[in-house]
Nanobody, 128 residues
Framework: QAQLVESGGGLVQAGGSLRLSCAAS????????MGWLRQAPGKEREFVAA????????????YYADSVNGRFTISRDNAKNTVYLQMNSLKPEDTAVYYC?????????????????WGQGTQVTVSS
């Protein structure tokens, strides 16, 4: 049974930083794109960032939503089956439940919400 477990969420002041982690288990995620999505209260779930798998490097091409580009960095450690989201210069509008996700193959910007596996989510709250 494939499982994704997020950690690292919490409460932080605007301008601060958090690092989310997502530990994958139950199967290998080699060949899978990994991603982060978020959902704020009363809003639809939205894409945040994704990273493709690479056999040669610790992660392939990365993708970011315009709203987080330049502030957030996604990375992965294939040996640990873990993906990270470093979030800097946080804003109150970043407040949401953040979900880790995985899908076979590469990420497609045509289907930003199309993921095969989902984690339970971790709350990130940014105070002003």
């Amino acid at each position: 049974q494939a499982q994704l477990v997020e950690s690292g969420g919490g409460l932080v002041q605007a301008g601060g930083s958090l690092r989310l982690s997502c530990a994958a288990s139950g199967r290998t995620f080699n060949g899978y794109a990994m991603g982060w999505l978020r959902q704020a209260p009363g809003k639809e779930r939205e894409f945040v960032a994704a990273i493709n798998w690479s056999a040669r490097y610790n992660g392939g091409r990365t993708y970011y939503a315009d709203s987080v580009n330049g502030r957030f960095t996604i990375s992965r450690d294939n040996a640990k089956n873990t993906v990270y989201l470093q979030m800097n210069s946080l804003k109150p509008e970043d407040t949401a439940v953040y979900y880790c996700a995985a899908k076979p193959g590469d990420y497609s910007s045509n289907y930003p919400l199309n993921w095969a596996y989902w984690g339970q989510g971790t709350q990130v709250t940014v105070s002003s």
